[in-house]
């Protein structure tokens, strides 16, 4: 496949964050960048972070109390 030089311009914090993911997965920039375009296309990031939202919506109460037992003091008990 063709590849196309594309030039796009961001805050230098942008760059060095997408430069430290695209590392990070062994992958090039230009490389990383596609991904997140064909996962955006795809619409998959969308479904992850709607599964997400599912997931939260029917368990948060239980992090909500495994939170609140973190935060008691030691020795104290739940009434």
């Known amino acids: 496949m063709?590849?196309?030089?594309?030039?796009?311009r961001v805050d230098d914090d942008i760059k060095e964050l997408a430069?430290?993911?695209a590392r990070d997965r062994g992958l090039s920039l230009g490389d990383y960048i596609a991904g997140l375009v064909r996962e955006d296309a795809s619409g998959l990031r969308q479904r992850g972070l709607e599964a997400a939202r599912r997931f939260l919506?029917?368990?948060?109460?239980l992090f909500d109390e495994?939170?609140?037992t973190?935060?008691?003091?030691r020795g104290a008990h739940a009434a």
Do not use: F, I, N, Y
Not at 2 to 8: F, S
Not at 57 to 61: A, N, V
Not at 70 to 73: A, E, G, I
């Open 19 to 21: 430069e430290a993911r």
């Open 70 to 73: 973190d935060l008691r003091p």
């Open 66 to 68: 495994t939170e609140e």
């Open 2 to 8: 063709a590849k196309t030089q594309l030039g796009v």
């Open 57 to 61: 919506d029917e368990h948060q109460s």
